[in-house]
Structure formats: C-alpha cells, structure tokens
C-alpha cells in the first residue's frame, strides 16, 4: 500500500519530516480506541515515502488491535523495508489513559549530521 | 504489583515513556499531601513495563510518607529490579510549597543512542 | 472544620476567589482516584472563609469515594452553611477520565454587579 | 445505549459540561476519517447522562460517514430524549481538512442563569 | 462558483464555524501579496455552504487585487446571496503589514441568541 | 499627515481594526524612551483612515515627549477629527516601567451592535 | 505619600490601568512574604494617579502583615480618597499558598459605559 | 533576481537568520495551494543576502506547481549559488495536508561553532 | 542558617533542583526592590539541603542591597560551602528593569554525566 | 559612554545574559525605524558591563541608520573593547519587514564550558 517517488536530490542528505496528528487504533486488551500522532523523520536513500500513501497506509491501523510499543516498530519496519532509508526514526505520542501518556521512538540506521 | 510483559521488538534499542501527571503521596514531616508528575523513560531489554500495573504501584504512595529525593530513587530501584532494563530514567517533579517546585532525576544505567 | 473570619471590609461588596489546584478524591465506582480542580468565588456578607481550614477541609475528601457532580455541590452547600455569603459559587474542574474531562460549576444566591 | 442517573441536587440549576476529545467519524463523501471534540453543557433537571456510557455512545460513530452539521443535531437530539434537560448545547470542533477548521454550535431550550 | 446544500436541521437556530487560515490575495496598490485567515460565523435558514466550493471560491481571490476593508464585506455579500442565511460574520484578520496587522469584521441580519 | 479614503460600504456598520506593535514616544519626565502598542477600532461613516499614512502619523511621536494618558486622547482626537467615523476606540499598552504596566482606553461615539 | 497630576482630558470618560507585578506584604499570622500583582483600573474625575508614587505607595506593604483581603480593601481606600476617581476597581492576584492560589477585587462607584 | 552585498565584517563567523512566514506555492498533482514557512540559515563568506530581493525571489514561488522535497533543495541551491556561504540550511514547514504536516531540512557545507 | 539532612542514596548521581520563583532583595545603588527567580540544580555527595532552610536562608535577602552577579554566586558559595556537592549550579533570572532582564549562572565543580 | 565595573567574582567562568527588549534604529535605506531585541550573553575577565551605561549605550542607535548583519557585530566590538570578555555573543532579533524576521548572530572568543 506504501508507495514511493524517486529521490529528487539523492546526492544531498537532508531530512524530511511527517507529522501525523490524527491516528488512531484500538487497544488490543480492551478493544477501546487508542488516539495519538507519528511523527516520521528519515533521510532518503534513492526513494522518498508519497505523502497520500502513507496517509492511507497510517489509516489502516484504525480498526486494528495493537500495543503502543509494538506499532511503533511495525511502521519503522514496514516503512524502512519499502523506501530503504540512511536514517529514520518514527515516534508515536499518545493521549492520556488512565492519567498517564506515553511515547514511544524507535530508530534505523546511524543518524547522519544533518540530524541534530 | 509491577508487572511485566515481553518486548516485542528486542533486537532494536528503542526509547519508552510513560508520563503519570497525577501522582500524590504524603510529606513525611507534615503529613500534609504532595502532588506531582512521574515520568519513566527507558529502553527495554527483554522485558516492557505493563502500564496499569504502573499506574497501581504508583497509587501506593497515595497515603505514604516520602521525601521527594528518595521516592524518586524508590521508584527508579523497583523498576529496575522488576523489568531490569538496558537503561532507565525516573524524574519527578513537584507542585510549589513554600514558593518552590522541585524537580529530581535519577538514572540507571549508560544511555544508547537513541537516548538524545 | 471549616472557620471563618468576620469579613473586615462588609459594607463593600467585593469578590473572593480561591483555586485550590491540587484536589483529589476517589471515584465511587471503580475506586479509582479523581484529580481536579477546586475553585471557590464568592461575596462575603459578615463572614469570610479561612483559608487554612479550607485547605484541610478540601483535604477531607482524599480517601472519599463520591461522584463529579455531587462533590461540587456538597462543597457549595457546606460552605454556604458556615460562612453565609452573599453570592457563592464552585467550580470543579477534572483531568481526563476515559477520553473525557468534565467542570462542573454551582452558585448560591444572586450575583451582584461585582460578578461581571 | 445513553444511560443516565437521578440528579442528586435537582433543586439547584448547576452546568455540567463534559469535553470528549478523542472523537471520530467518516466524511460521508470521500469516506475519509473526520477527527474532532465534542463538548457537552447542561442543566439537568431530573436526569444526569452517564459518563461511561456517553463514551461509548460518542464511539458508535467511529465507522459512520456524516456530515459536521448533521452529527452536532443528531448528537444533541439523542441526548436531551434521553436526559430531558432544562438547557442543553453541544459544541463539534473539527481538525483542519483543506486548510481549513470548522466549529458547529446547536442548543436545547433557554440558558439558565447559570451559563453566562 | 459557491455551492450549498439544504440544511439538514432547519427547525433550529444553531451556529455554523469555518476558519480558512490560508487566504491570500494581493495588494491593489503595491501588487505584492496578503496573506489572512477568513473567519465565516452564520445561521442558516435553508441553505448551508458546502465546503469545498466555500475552499475554491476563497481560492479566487489569490491574484487579485483587492483591499483588505473592502474584501471583507465583498466575501459577506456573496456569502449571503448564496444562501440566505438568517445571520452571517465575516471576518478577516490580516499578517502585519509596516509593523500594523488589522481585523475586519462585517455582519448581515440580527444575531440570533445562539450568537453569544 | 493623516489621509484617508471613501469607505467602499457605507450602508453597513462594519468594524476596523488597525494594531501598530511598533510604537515609541519619549517620557517627558525623564526624556527615556517608551514603548508600546496602539490598537485603533472603529466603525466609519463616509471615510476610512489610510493605513501607510496611519503608520507615519504614528512615527511622529517618536521624539516627542508625551504622557501615557495624553497621547491615548491626543491620537483619538486626530483621528476622529479625520476620518469623522460612527465609533472609535484608541487603546494604548505600554511596556514595563518600574515594575508596572499600563494600559489606556479612550473612546469616541457610543458602540454600534457590530461591537460586542 | 500617593501624588496625583491633573486629568489632561477630563470632559471624555477614559479607562486607565496600571498593573504592579511585583507586589510583596507579609502575612500578618506567620509573617512569612506574600507575593501578588495588583491591578488598578479607573476612571479618572479631575484626578490622575502619578505612577512613580504609585509604586512607591506600593512598596510600603512590603514589611507590613496584612490579609489579601484588608489589603486590597485598604489600597482601593487609599487610592479612592487621593484622587476622587468616576469609578474604580482594585484586583489583587497572588501566588500560590499551600495548594491554593486568591484573587480578590474590589470596586468603588458604579462603571461606566467605556468599562465592558 | 536574488541580490547580494558585501559581507560587512568577513573576518568573523557571525549566523544570519531569515525567516519567511508567509510562502505558498502550489501542488504540482492537484494545483490546490500549498502554505509554509521558509526558514534560511546561513554564515557568509564574501556576499549576503539582499533581503528584499530574497522576498521577491520566494514569490516566484507562488503560481508554480512543486514539491516539498524539490522546493527546498532547489532554494537552497539557488542562494548557494548566488552568495556562496560558508554554511546554508534552509528549512520549510508545511501547513496540515490530508491531517499530515511536513518539515524538510537542507543543508550545504559544515555547520561552523558558531552554529549549535 | 542553611541545614542538610544525609543523602538518602549516596551511591548514584542523581539531579536535585529547587526553583524559587518569589525571590527578592534591594538594589544597592537605588535601593529599589529587585525580584526575580533562584535555580538550584544539583548532584549531591553526601548531603542534600533542606527545603525549607533553604527557603528561609534566601528570603534572609529580601532587606539587603546587593548587586545580580554577586548575588548568585554568594548563594553558590554559601550552597557549596554548606553541602559539599559533587557539582552544584544557581541561575538567578531577573524581572525587567529599564527595558532589559538579566540571566546569571554560576557553577561549581564538572558536570556529572546526569546533566545533559 | 559605556561603563564597567570590576568583576566581584574574577576567579569563576559564570555566565552573566542582558536582554533589552526595546531596541529601535532605523533602516539606512528607507529611514524607517526597525524595532528588535538585543541579548548580550558573556563571561567576564576582570570588568562587568554596567547595566545603565549598557542601556544608554542601546538608545543611541535610536535615529541611527544602520543595517542587521552591521549593529550586531558593531554592538559586539564595542562591548569586547570596553570589557574585554573571556567570551561574548551578541543576537539581535528583529520584528517582521516584508513578511520576514531576521535574527543575527555573533561571538567573541571561545565559549567556556558553562555555556552549553
């Protein structure tokens, strides 16, 4: 479903962000809905992520069972396998449940210097 | 109380937190209510933290008396103990008395990479 | 619990508030503690509220279970009863349950013209 | 599905208001996700609405396509048959969608004196 | 170019919000461009905005030359002619400009009591 | 210095809001300089007030001596004395001084509905 | 020790406001130091309030034990008497004391239209 | 059209901020308009940036169909190639698209100390 | 004045810090009140200073003329000479006088690796 | 016109910040005023800049016509010859012209550790 766009400057490293801020699943214990925001960031190799792509992709979590630490490493997984980036690093950030928030990060790759 | 669940994504350094802002316990001299906000970061190593095993430990210290500098550390020793993490950060931070607010931070621990 | 002082300036009528930021209580369902927002404002005739035994009086309600909306009007009506003001009103206000954050907001008497 | 409980003090016209920020539902046109807050304020007069249940109603909408009028109406009318209040207004704020945000305001009869 | 559709709740007074935060247009004097958010407060009688065509119709204005007092009620008449509806605001908050930012802000028809 | 133009609506009372951020006059005192914002609100009648040669008008001040109180109806009576409009407002707010900041408010004319 | 200058625009009722962020007293019960922002709005008669006596008037509280009551009373009183206002109000804020945070106001002589 | 001049005091590693708030462009897919902020960086060596005819360069920008990715490496070369810096970042961020925001980050040459 | 109590865990570094934002102490040259904030932040060896010692010891300045860059670092030497700490930082941040606020910093001994 | 004092503290790096808020010169091409903040951050040797001197020294440049990227540096030279600095950056931020905000950067020396 992800899909990509070739890197119009490949000979650069600079870093593109995408920040989500209206995701939603569903808690796999309770089956209530679970409201957050990814933020993407990544330094392409040779593909960029298509914007409307990864909106559609993001929307597919939104009838789906799933822990706060497990979606962050399956969209880091899903994504790096699809564009192949040097870097990228996804974030999730999520409203309060049970008087508690919480936010998770996960990384690929070694951050390159434009990543400060 | 604290329970734990497996990581699911062992094999990757990634960075969890959990930010409790109710939290209240008892000034041990005065017997008078603390309030404050708890935030547990850390990168598991096989084992996560369940949240609202957390949130219940952390209800414990309702009606307990506590100085600031050692609850922090109170709570950063059970959950090391409990979930043994390849590195964690407990911080706390505290509503004004005597017109002033504290912070206290501890660690366990060598912060990876992904801690920046 | 609650005192009182004789209201030093009574012939005028001015405007009282206190906000007690740091209020909790227990949900009577699920035993879960609540946390909000406790503000009082009020006209005084002949008696003002002292604001030690309010803090002690708010301090009551630690460990009690009771709902939303009740709450604030047993404060409104226990204040009212001590102090006999001319106008009174209290407003909860509660961090988020499930999704959802609730005020609630009661009054006693006719607000003078001090009340804009 | 809407439950409601006696008002304990239906003497006294107090506000409730309860703010659900964590709302979601279908664009009935493109069957894109719509993402918003709803906010509830009443005078009860015999009946107070549930809050868990209010929750769950508010989530029936999660898989519905309807428009942003509509569903403000449609909300509001569910709950004054179901709770019969002296004054009730609902409030959707919706999240940007084509650059831009939109807010929808609909009551049930005449403010008390209470909402100023 | 601007579209309606009927309104789906015609029996009650209820307030319609939609803030466009990316309009611009250019100065008729110096040609460079305007940069403002266009504020569209209305009650309608039979006929609702449809949002879309609301989008492309405050498009129009992006290469012409137009001043900001005059946009502003230009924007309300249109709107009005469109759709009737019982009470309409226009208001257009403008970026600064030689150190001064400016808010215009035109009615149609007497505020109804849902306007506070 | 002051210009003005035709107001392009003349049949409708709508509101003008002109905030220049960048304000400086001399205390007359001490001969220091003062800071502060003018904000201008009016309804017109037949003329607008030009914006460029507002902006002028108020840099003359910048090396004049004038009072806080004085300057507020000073610039409103220039104002009025051009542009003749329905209502207007003059509020000044002034950067610290001695710990303490201030504010002034002067008006001309009783305020359209327009104005709430 | 409070000293007044000669209103320069007394045929037009005008609104002036000074606002003190750094106000100390000390508690008369356990002469500890109180913190607050007094705010003084009025509309003046043949009298203005000069402003470096205003401070200095206020600096006088400092080693002195009053309640926020009496003492925002008493500065209202003082204020009154030197200079003769139309209308007055007098609001003190202050920081927060075992959990709680006053606001106390008071007004003398009824407001005017430009007070909204 | 970019224009430069002389870097005053070449002898010292000295950062140059700009900050463009109101850019637009369009989307080179669906032709809708697209609105961000420009943020340039940079340390000189023999030339800077002209910053009027930096405004009127960005301009060009706003009836032409881009990309984020493309629109920031091609400003960014365009001021590379005019002033010839010793370090340039240049950073856009993206209003809410399809409920996603973007930033993208470019950069030429080592970041100096004084960049930190 | 300043007391201590034992360090209740010795053998971890760990960050205090208390901030004091109701500080004040006269100007020595006019002996105006100044008023400003107090930051302690620090790693303590064997001893931690008590809150409320701490508390009193500063407001022992409140009647003393002494100027922001000696003040912070008597704090400092009275702090560091009293507890004996691993390393220790006060900033003291000032209200406005004269149109500029004023930051100082002082430290003593190298910063742990739990300062970040 | 710039005045020092000896530094009460030589034998410590701490790190002393003035930032004047009301800044204004004028722009040399157009003669229209510029309007900025000025922040001085260094750690003294042996001399302390005099903050009324420093104030005075700021207000010259009031009807003086001079670019940016020119007062910064000319700032930090006059400062680094009046107090020769062990380190000191000068950053002048300036409100919006053209749509655009500028911020301008400039040291002296090595920063010492206490700058982080």
Redesign the interface.
């Known amino acids: 479903m992800l899909e990509t766009f070739a890197?119009?400057?490949p000979h650069?490293d600079?870093?593109?962000?995408?920040?989500?801020?209206?995701f939603?699943s569903l808690c796999p214990k309770t089956g209530?809905?679970d409201?957050g925001t990814v933020t993407v960031r990544y330094v392409?190799a040779e593909l960029?992520v298509e914007?409307?792509s990864?909106?559609l992709y993001l929307?597919q979590f939104?009838?789906r069972g799933i822990?706060y630490?497990?979606i962050?490493?399956v969209i880091l997984n899903d994504l790096v396998s699809t564009c192949r980036p040097r870097w990228m690093q996804v974030r999730t950030r999520w409203?309060?449940?049970?008087?508690?928030?919480?936010?998770?990060?996960?990384?690929?790759g070694e951050p390159p210097g434009?990543v400060r």
């Open positions: 890197n119009p400057h650069r600079y870093l593109i962000e995408h920040v989500a801020r209206e939603t209530q809905p409201f392409a960029c914007l409307k990864l909106k929307q939104r009838n822990f630490e497990d962050t490493n409203t309060v449940r049970g008087g508690m928030r919480s936010v998770i990060t996960a990384e690929h434009i």
